[in-house]
C-alpha cells in the first residue's frame, strides 16, 4: 500500500474492541511465544553487549544517585547529563531493537497470513534496510531524549507512537523513514489510550513469568509487543501481494 492510502485508513480507523485485542494477543503468543523469546533474549544479549563496549571506552552516561541531603538543581543536572551523554550508546540499542523487534513483527505476520515463516531475526540488518532502520534509530533516540528531558509525563506520551515505528517498518519496509515517523504518529495518537491500556494489561502478564523463577519474565515478557501489531492490523490491515487482507489467527480449533 502506498502512503496516502496507509494515512487515509488511519484516518478512517474502526472502533476496536479492547478484549477482542487482548484475546487475539493471547492467542497469539501462544503459537509464537519462542520466537518471541529469541528476540527478546537476542536484544537482551545485544544492549548488554553495547553497554559494556562503551563502559570500556568510558562512554556511559552517568547514574544518578540520592543523598540524605536531596538537591532538586544537581539531580535535574544530573539527569540531563546523563541523557545526553547517553545518546551514542542510546542510538546503538534503539537501532537494533528496532531492526530485531520488526523480523519478529514480520514473522508474526507471516503466521497470520498462514505463509511460510523466515525465522531471519537478522532480516532489517541486512545492507537494503540497515541505513532505515539506523535513522529511525537515530530519530527515535532524539524525540526519546527530548521527551526525557522535560520528565516522565511527555515521554509516556511518546512511548506509544514509538511503540509503531517497528510496526509500520515490518508491514511497509518499503517506506521512506519520514513516511514511517508520521504514520507511527498518527497512528499512535488516533489510538493512544487503547494501546496504553492493552500493553499494560499485556506486560502485567508478562510479569507473570517472575512467578515461575526471576529469568522466566524472557519467556513471557514478548506478549508486550504484540498489541500495537493487532491495532495496526485492525486498523490498517496486512497486504499481501499488494492486496489487503482480512486475517484471523488461526487456532489448534482451526488447525483441526
Sequence with gaps: MTYHELETR???????????LINDVIE??????????IAVLMIVVFVFGIIMVF??????????????????ANFYDTYFLSAIYGIPQTILINTVTLAIL???????????????????????????????????????TAIAVVAQLMF???????????????????????????????LSFQL?????????ITMFVAGVIGMLGLIAC???????ISIVYLPPLFIYKEVVGFHKNDRNT???????????
Excluded at 541486512?126 to 529511525?136: E, G, H, Q, T
Excluded at 512511548?159 to 514511517?180: D, M, R
Excluded at 482480512?246 to 483441526?256: A, D, Y
Aim: aromatic share 20%.
Design 55 to 72: 563502559g570500556l571506552i568510558g562512554l556511559t552516561p552517568q547514574n544518578l544517585t540520592f543523598q540524605e541531603d536531596f538537591d532538586l
Design 152 to 182: 516522565f509525563v511527555p515521554y509516556l506520551y511518546v512511548f506509544i507512537p514509538l511503540s509503531f515505528f517497528a510496526v509500520i517498518l515490518a508491514n511497509n519496509p518499503e517506506l521512506e523513514e519520514l513516511a514511517i515517523i508520521k
Design 28 to 37: 497469539l503468543f501462544k503459537h509464537i511465544w519462542l520466537k518471541g523469546f
Design 246 to 256: 482480512t486475517v484471523e489467527i488461526h487456532t489448534e480449533s482451526n488447525l483441526e
Design 214 to 220: 526471576g529469568i522466566g519474565v524472557v519467556l513471557t
Design 10 to 20: 488511519i484516518k478512517n480507523a474502526p472502533q476496536l474492541d479492547f478484549g477482542n
Design 188 to 196: 499512535g495518537n488516533k489510538k493512544w489510550l487503547l494501546t496504553f
Design 102 to 140: 520488526a523480523a519478529f513483527y514480520r514473522m508474526c505476520r507471516q503466521f497470520m497470513l498462514e505463509e511460510n515463516i523466515d525465522e531471519n531475526y537478522f532480516f532489517f540488518f541486512n545492507k537494503a534496510y540497515f541505513s532505515k532502520v539506523f535513522m529511525l534509530g537515530i530519530i527515535y
